[in-house]
């Protein structure tokens, strides 16, 4: 197991319920996730079992099905593609805004409206990311472990997550429309001049393809 998937599934477990807004644009590639759906739960208990002695068998038995309730659904595709979302807001841009998070998701989101290879929000975040700095994310190929130690971003960043899937056309970042690509206002990269500038939030510039 490679070191992105054991991050995506440490960020996954940080998530408590899945955000129910947007997620028909989006669709999950994993097979695991698809195997991991058409697997039948195990039932919940009966208000008639209510008054079954607490045994240890019993105990176990009701274990093994809280967990594979909560298994499922951090496995659920939509859990999936919001952590991939909030994780890359989370390292490209916790040090921003909530406005200048907001910017970058924007843009990700994007990304998988135009992409012709890459139908899900995994797909563009962790595209390339099997090659050392040759991704689309700096994140996701930069050699470093991608563990989460601030919970507090964390959370804004899921809060941002959630809020750019809410996919409010009239929302703040009506300006960003048509955004594709951004860095940060420290470098210049020589794919900016080719590009239209939009505008500037925080430390990132955002372009579109025309």
């Given at each position: 197991m490679n070191r992105t998937i054991l991050a995506l599934l440490f960020t996954i477990a940080l998530t408590a319920t899945a955000q129910a807004c947007g997620w028909n644009k989006f669709n999950a590639s994993a097979e695991a996730v698809a195997e991991a759906k058409n697997n039948p739960?195990?039932?919940?208990?009966?208000?008639?079992?209510?008054?079954?002695?607490?045994?240890?068998?019993?105990?176990?038995?009701?274990?093994?099905?809280s967990w594979t309730h909560k298994i499922k659904t951090l496995l659920d595709a939509r859990?999936?593609?919001?952590?991939?979302?909030?994780?890359?807001?989370?390292?490209?841009?916790?040090s921003e805004s909530e406005l200048g998070q907001l910017a970058v998701a924007?843009?990700?989101?994007n990304r998988v409206m135009a992409s012709k290879s890459s139908s899900s929000i995994?797909?563009?975040?962790?595209k390339g990311a099997s090659h050392?700095?040759?991704?689309?994310?700096s994140f996701a190929c930069?050699?470093?472990?991608?563990?989460?130690?601030?919970?507090?971003?964390?959370?804004?960043a899921r809060a941002v997550a959630a809020l750019a899937l809410t996919d409010d056309k009239d929302g703040p970042m009506h300006i960003l429309a048509t955004a594709t690509n951004y860095h940060a206002d420290y470098v210049d990269p020589v794919w900016s001049k080719s590009l239209t500038?939009?505008?500037k939030i925080g430390r990132h510039i955002f372009y579109s393809q025309g």
């Amino acid at each position: 197991m490679n070191r992105t998937i054991l991050a995506l599934l440490f960020t996954i477990a940080l998530t408590a319920t899945a955000q129910a807004c947007g997620w028909n644009k989006f669709n999950a590639s994993a097979e695991a996730v698809a195997e991991a759906k058409n697997n039948p739960v195990l039932a919940p208990v009966s208000e008639s079992n209510r008054d079954i002695p607490a045994t240890p068998l019993n105990y176990a038995t009701s274990t093994i099905m809280s967990w594979t309730h909560k298994i499922k659904t951090l496995l659920d595709a939509r859990v999936i593609q919001e952590n991939c979302l909030t994780t890359a807001v989370y390292f490209e841009a916790r040090s921003e805004s909530e406005l200048g998070q907001l910017a970058v998701a924007t843009v990700i989101l994007n990304r998988v409206m135009a992409s012709k290879s890459s139908s899900s929000i995994c797909g563009v975040v962790y595209k390339g990311a099997s090659h050392l700095n040759a991704c689309q994310f700096s994140f996701a190929c930069d050699g470093k472990a991608d563990l989460v130690d601030d919970v507090h971003a964390w959370q804004t960043a899921r809060a941002v997550a959630a809020l750019a899937l809410t996919d409010d056309k009239d929302g703040p970042m009506h300006i960003l429309a048509t955004a594709t690509n951004y860095h940060a206002d420290y470098v210049d990269p020589v794919w900016s001049k080719s590009l239209t500038r939009l505008t500037k939030i925080g430390r990132h510039i955002f372009y579109s393809q025309g």
